[in-house]
C-alpha cells in the first residue's frame, strides 16, 4: 500500500537508527525489515500504522531536543 509514493521502504529510511533499533520499535525481525524494504507492497497495513506512530513520536522526541538546544542557545 502506498500514498503519494511514501511506501515501507521509504517511511523505514527516515526512521535514522539502526535496522535493529527499528525491527525492536515496530516489533518484528531484521529479517521482515530488510524484506519489506526490498517488497514494500508485502508490508502489512498494521505494520505501517505501527511505523507511523514510532516516526510521529521520534519526530515529537526530536522536535523537542531541538527547542531545548534553541532555548539554550537563546534563540
Given at each position: 500500500m502506498t500514498?503519494?509514493?511514501?511506501?515501507f521502504k521509504?517511511?523505514?529510511?527516515?526512521?535514522?537508527?539502526?535496522?535493529?533499533?527499528?525491527?525492536?520499535?515496530?516489533?518484528?525481525?531484521?529479517?521482515?525489515?530488510?524484506?519489506?524494504?526490498r517488497v514494500?507492497?508485502?508490508?502489512?497495513?498494521?505494520?505501517?500504522?505501527?511505523?507511523?506512530?514510532?516516526?510521529?513520536?521520534?519526530?515529537?522526541?526530536?522536535?523537542?531536543?531541538?527547542?531545548?538546544?534553541?532555548?539554550?542557545?537563546?534563540?
Amino acid at each position: 500500500m502506498t500514498v503519494a509514493g511514501l511506501d515501507f521502504k521509504r517511511a523505514a529510511d527516515l526512521f535514522m537508527g539502526t535496522e535493529e533499533e527499528l525491527a525492536l520499535a515496530l516489533g518484528i525481525t531484521v529479517e521482515e525489515i530488510r524484506r519489506f524494504r526490498r517488497v514494500p507492497e508485502e508490508a502489512p497495513r498494521e505494520l505501517l500504522a505501527r511505523l507511523g506512530r514510532t516516526l510521529v513520536e521520534r519526530g515529537r522526541g526530536m522536535t523537542r531536543v531541538g527547542e531545548m538546544l534553541q532555548e539554550q542557545a537563546g534563540e
